[in-house]
């Protein structure tokens, strides 16, 4: 059954620790992303990668990092740094195709920190 | 960089009528894409356009590319209550973006049995 998972569902932290998310995918699809849900607000994109060992910041990339040792796996570290980290975290990977890059989204993960 | 505008934000309607909303962008994008998500879930591909002019359905969701290449719009028909959820329109241009989307801020819909 392809997809993407993302673990876990709701994830709780208290303020000073670094958490690692996990996205998974088995679609065989090369470029992976990470963005970031606020309540009633767009989705607002962290880092991309579009091959393994290379990815790229993308809008609000500070206080966050990432790593691509796998084709599909693409974990997110929400680090100390991250001033405001409580949020819906969404991981989507894409074929590269010469028609478009259609995304695909996991589930998500709930982050609240305290 | 680009902006992606998407109407209206929200909207209440009854069941059975017939939904619209747009994206406008300030610049050109090569692909459209018609997200939906519910409450606490990742979005949902529903259409995706490729081409100016285009003109896809998905059952009772009917999208299109518009010929200037800066706006896309999504049409309901019929609307259920399972319809609920929010919208959101996302475009890419290849030339200036790669495979990044910019995402409009998205239309909540709820429909009123």
């Known amino acids: 059954d392809g997809g993407i998972t993302q673990s876990p569902k709701y994830l709780f932290r208290k303020e000073g620790q670094n958490v690692t998310l996990s996205c998974e995918q088995n679609?065989?699809?090369?470029?992976m992303y990470w963005y970031r849900q606020d309540p009633g607000q767009g989705l607002r994109l962290i880092y991309y990668?579009?091959?393994?060992?290379?990815?790229q910041k993308g809008d609000i990339a500070e206080g966050y990092s990432v790593s691509r040792e796998k084709k599909e796996s693409f974990p997110l570290t929400v680090t100390s740094a991250q001033k405001n980290p409580t949020a819906f975290y969404l991981c989507?990977?894409?074929?590269?195709?010469?028609?478009?890059?259609?995304?695909?989204f996991g589930p998500g993960t709930r982050l609240t920190v305290t | 960089g680009q902006q992606l505008n998407q109407s209206p934000q929200s909207m209440f309607i009854q069941e059975g009528e017939d939904v619209s909303m747009n994206c406008t962008s300030s610049?050109?994008?090569?692909?459209w894409l018609w997200y939906k998500q519910d409450p606490g879930e990742g979005p949902v591909l529903l259409i995706a356009?490729?081409?100016?002019?285009e003109l896809t359905s998905n059952g009772r969701l009917t999208a299109q590319f518009g010929i200037t290449r800066k706006d896309s719009f999504l049409n309901i028909s019929a609307s259920i209550p399972s319809d609920v959820g929010i919208y959101f329109c996302?475009?890419?241009?290849?030339?200036?973006?790669?495979?990044?989307?910019?995402f409009g801020e998205g239309t909540q819909l709820t429909v009123n049995p």
């Open positions: 989507a990977s894409s074929p590269f195709s010469l028609s478009g890059y259609e995304q695909y």
């Open positions: 679609l065989n699809h090369d470029a």
């Open positions: 990668s579009q091959i393994v060992n290379d990815f």
């Open positions: 610049s050109i994008f090569n692909t």
């Open positions: 356009l490729y081409k100016a002019g």
């Open positions: 996302a475009g890419r241009n290849r030339e200036t973006s790669g495979s990044r989307l910019t």
